[in-house]
């Protein structure tokens, strides 16, 4: 559109996840802390619920994934917060490249250094909530497969109560219906694993709703920050 | 052709319009919601036949299924009104989602709470953790986070345009809920109305569900309406037209219907 625009669309975007990474790298908290809510959250289970492997077993797979998915939603409450306070928010608005794909690296890039060391952990939580061996795997997978979910719809949300004073609850209250299929077919993935059933079906399904999210999260994200923005 | 379109298009834009139009619809909007459940309740109370298995208990579908069909209604409604709202940005849509969404959410609490009555005697719980069952609560979830959202944005146009993403996102519950009966096995039974085939109910059970669930229809679209002229003078007070109605009629404690009128 723009003739005297000279980067190009590659270029905006490289430069949107060098910056994204630095951020995050030069705030370990922002990454450290959620992991930490995750192991703690899954130990109060143990404590709340019973210690014993005849109770714990069986719902290992729901404590893990339901701790990973509180984790996830905590962790993007910083996601917009910052941009928006710098005022480089707006920067990305006025760029002439298509917003949904400058937010997809910013998403992919917290995904990364997010989820992935929250995947990595599960299976030490799964170890130790009693999870069957041969069900890490499908965890695994599983989370590698719906926290992509998670972030890219929980975005949504935390561009939606961007400009809002407080928003901890009710980006909570938001998010956390729409998470439910996710939750559903994840935990039912890893409780057929644990039982030596085939996983196949479930883990298609997240699939399905991960390249679903993936094709409409970024243009619902766009649009949201353009309504959190002007306001 | 184009012109007369484009005129209507343009019409939404305008609360006065609304105003005026609705404050004609209104009488008999409550007339038909007031026939269709009166005659419908006492129909189904009264004169309907028992059911073979359920007794008298059964009677209660008179008031879940039409609140359970109206909450669903209401978000597609709800979705439907975000998505022009996000193209076109009319005034009259922001406001009328606005109002919709207290009233679905009210809805889906009376069918989970009429369903849960119903569980007693029928499955002898009051709570099941069924697919159905679960995605209502989420759905009364889904509306209660919409509503958060437009209470927590100051300027109403804004918060209208925010929740309606929330409400383009969160339809995807749709048909999670519709599907979930056949998706997972459960205890609730499937669908009562299905378009494409006959009702497996006996036509005099059926023939009170319908009216009542007409009558359940024009008492949401009643409610709108008077919920979303609410709005429209909350918003416009500041208006000639506003000002000059409430100045025509000293009284506002007024029937608004008929303050429409004059």
Sequence with gaps: MHKTNTTSLAQAVGVCIRREFLLLVRRPSDLLNPLLFFALVSLLFPLGI??????????ASGVVWVAALLATLLSLDSLFRQDLLDGSLEQLLLTPHPLSVLVMAKVGVHWLMTAIPLILMAPVLGAMLYLPTQAQGVLMLALLLGTPVLILVGAIGAALTVSLRKTGVLLTLMVLPLYIPVLIFG?????????????????????????????????????ALKVSVRQ | ????????????????????????WMPWLAGLSLICLLVGSIWALAFAPMDYQQGNSFRIIYLHVPAAILAQSAYMLLAILGVITLVWRMKMTEILATACAPIGASMTFL???TGSLWGVPTWGTWWIWDARLTSMLVLLFLYLGIMAL??????????????????IVGVINIPII???????????????????EKPAMPMEMWLPLLMMLIGFYAFFAWSLLLRARHQVLIREQKT??????????????SDPSESAKS
């Design chain 2, 1 to 24: 052709m184009k012109d007369t379109l484009l005129r209507w298009f343009h019409k939404w834009g305008s609360p006065k319009w609304f105003y005026d139009l609705s404050g004609r």
């Design chain 2, 111 to 113: 069918a989970l709470v």
């Design chain 2, 240 to 253: 000639r037209w506003v000002t000059q109605l409430l100045d025509a009629k000293p009284a506002t404690k």
């Design chain 1, 50 to 59: 019973s210690p014993t492997e005849a109770i714990l077993q069986p719902v």
């Design chain 2, 150 to 167: 437009q209470d927590a944005i100051r300027d109403p146009s804004s918060a209208a345009r925010a929740s309606a993403i929330l409400a």
């Design chain 2, 178 to 196: 519709k599907y979930s009966v056949e998706w997972w096995y459960t205890l609730h039974q499937p669908a009562t109305f299905k378009l494409t």
């Design chain 1, 187 to 223: 935990t039912s993935a890893v409780h057929a694993a644990a039982q030596d059933l085939p996983a196949d079906g479930q883990l298609a399904f997240l699939g399905a709703i991960l390249s679903l999210t993936l094709v409409l999260a970024p243009l619902g994200i766009s649009a």
